[in-house]
T-cell receptor, first 119, second 108 residues
Framework: SAVISQKPSRDICQRGTSLTIQCQVD?????MFWYRQQPGQSLTLIAT?????????ESGFVIDKFPISRPNLTFSTLTVSNMSPEDSSIYLC????????????????FGPGTRLTVL | GQNIDQPTEMTATEGAIVQINCTYQ??????LFWYQQHAGEAPTFLSY????GLEEKGRFSSFLSRSKGYSYLLLKELQMKDSASYLC?????????FGPGTRLSVLP
């Protein structure tokens, strides 16, 4: 399993500003994932962050709006740029790892999330 | 798209049994997960199915039919703490795709 921490846990921001969310994992992982979960909705993948290369963005998400850094195998940041109230959401970092307990498949482990409110 | 469908909301009584269904597009299927998410918390792993049949884990069981593109999560002896959202997630290739989630309310 993996233990993931995120900072900040929550923030309230003004329209037009930017916020950088940090994600730290307690073990080295190849891929880290950033999700958005809007109020009452399920998780939507924003991008996959690979160490040493550009992040891969899903349809509807662009690098200018959500720049991602992945400087090493245990850390990543997601920036929400030029924020608007529509960006109010929970942002979750996740990694894939062996499920453990004798199981032979990978599962996704999630960080606690960052609750962002844009005024 | 992968068209993962789940009921939006369900309500059940403490001590009862509830079945939460998930249907998905079968092309590219590589496994299915169920996650539980309490309000304000991150999703946590419940079960994994890649072969047809029933996987039982205590009060929770998960079933998969690959040919039908269908899975369900069965919760027995419901407790108040089971009130949460339940997310079906399908692996297509190497990508996790989450369904819309089912919000379960357990009433006394």
């Amino acid at each position: 399993s993996a233990v993931i921490s995120q900072k900040p846990s929550r923030d309230i921001c003004q329209r037009g500003t930017s916020l950088t969310i940090q994600c730290q994992v307690d073990s080295q992982v190849t891929m880290m994932f950033w999700y958005r979960q809007q109020p009452g909705q399920s998780l939507t993948l924003i991008a996959t962050a690979n160490q040493g290369s550009e992040a891969t963005y899903e349809s509807g998400f662009v690098i200018d709006k959500f720049p991602i850094s992945r400087p090493n195998l245990t850390f990543s940041t997601l920036t929400v740029s030029n924020m608007s109230p529509e960006d109010s959401s929970i942002y979750l970092c996740s990694v894939e790892g062996l499920a453990g307990g004798g199981r032979s498949y990978n599962e996704q482990f999630f960080g606690p999330g960052t609750r962002l409110t844009v005024l | 798209g992968q068209n993962i469908d789940q009921p939006t909301e369900m309500t059940a009584t403490e001590g009862a049994i509830v079945q939460i269904n998930c249907t998905y597009q079968t092309s590219g299927f590589n496994g299915l997960f169920w996650y539980q998410q309490h309000a304000g918390e991150a999703p946590t792993f419940l079960s994994y199915n890649v072969l047809d049949g029933l996987e039982e884990k205590g009060r929770f069981s998960s079933f998969l039919s690959r040919s039908k593109g269908y899975s369900y999560l069965l919760l027995k002896e419901l407790q108040m703490k089971d009130s949460a959202s339940y997310l079906c997630a399908v692996i297509y290739g190497q990508n996790f795709v989450f369904g819309p989630g089912t919000r379960l309310s357990v009433l006394p």
